[in-house]
């Protein structure tokens, strides 16, 4: 499997973590045309185009075992 493949409810990490600086992993919410993240540290919702998220996603941290 791909490292930067990824799925619903799996935790990334993004190559610059969240302003808020509590975490730098975020959960896979939403997919779609965009994929929406959730912080992990401060509960923030970030939505991003596929291709600018995939540009960004460093790695799959863990995935979701319900999904796979």
Known sequence: MDP????MGDIV??????PC????YFKVV???ADI????EGCGA???LARHE???KLKKVIERNEETN
């Open 4 to 7: 930067k493949e990824f799925g």
């Open 13 to 18: 990490q993004m190559k610059k973590p969240h």
């Open 21 to 24: 600086k509590k975490s730098p």
């Open 30 to 32: 939403r997919m779609g």
């Open 36 to 39: 929406k993240i959730k912080c």
């Open 45 to 47: 919702v970030i939505m």
């Open 53 to 55: 998220f995939q540009r």
